[in-house]
Structures are given as structure tokens and as C-alpha cells.
């Protein structure tokens, strides 16, 4: 096996276990009372780093660039695009333009977690927590 291939397997296997992770994680706990930055700090700091700049802890086992999500507004002229964040984080909605999915699905495992919970309307929990989320990811933008 050469060293790329097994440097995809690596990386394969280790988003795997986060997936599985979070999803274990996600769906044994309540994050109705989580902020928008405690929600960044379970869900997105491992990849995105403690401050949005893409060099968290597994950031460097991947072969694409982990966004730097403090610049979001800059690389859309500097107008925050909140519903297609929004978009991205949730994952169910297919995004062409966006790429390839290397980023979990959180929108299923918050829905799963909502359900689970036995909220009456898990889908609008879901879409709350998705929001606090990507307003905290406004907050955090730079020029």
C-alpha cells in the first residue's frame, strides 16, 4: 500500500470515528439550553479550531483545507450568506456548488436527538439550534 493510499485510509477511518462519536454522543443529550458557541464547541472546534480558523486538532489528518469560518462574509463580499450556512451545517440539503459532503451531517443527528428526547416538534428544535449556531458563526466574522 503506498503512502497516499494509506494516508486516505487514515483519514477515512478517523472521520468515521467522529462521526460515530458525535452521533453516539448527540443522541444521548439535550442541547435545547447550548448557546451558539457551546454548540460550536461540541460540534465544530475539532475540525474548525477554537476560534473558526480551520486548524483544529483533526484538521491536519484530512486532505482538503478546512475552511477558516472567520472569513465567511469576506468570501462572499462581505455580506454573511446565513441561510446557505445554515445549509451546510444542517447537511440534508444537497449543496452542488459547496462540493463534495466532507462535513458530517449535524441536521439529522440534532433532528435524531430531538426526536429521541420525545420534543412534539423535533424539526423546529432542530432548525433553532442550527440557527444559534449559525448566528454565533456571524459573530465570529473579520474583515
Request: net charge neutral; glycine share 8%; with cysteine.
Amino acid at each position: 500500500m503506498n503512502a497516499h493510499v494509506r494516508h486516505m485510509f487514515l483519514v477515512i477511518i478517523v472521520a468515521m470515528i467522529l462521526l460515530v462519536l458525535a452521533s453516539v454522543s448527540a443522541s444521548a443529550r439535550d442541547f435545547s439550553s447550548y448557546t451558539g458557541g457551546q454548540l460550536y464547541k461540541r460540534f465544530c472546534s475539532s475540525c474548525h479550531g477554537d476560534y473558526g480558523r480551520g486548524d483544529g486538532t483533526v484538521a491536519k489528518s484530512f486532505k482538503i483545507e478546512v475552511p477558516d469560518l472567520t472569513r465567511i462574509a469576506h468570501r462572499h463580499g462581505g455580506v454573511f450568506p446565513a441561510e446557505q450556512i445554515s445549509k451546510i451545517i444542517d447537511g440534508r440539503t444537497t449543496l452542488p456548488a459547496h462540493g463534495s459532503r466532507e462535513m458530517p451531517v449535524w441536521g439529522f443527528e440534532l433532528y435524531l436527538e430531538n426526536q429521541n428526547a420525545g420534543y412534539p416538534d423535533p424539526q423546529r428544535r432542530t432548525d433553532d439550534l442550527i440557527a444559534r449556531l449559525t448566528e454565533y458563526l456571524r459573530s465570529i466574522q473579520i474583515e
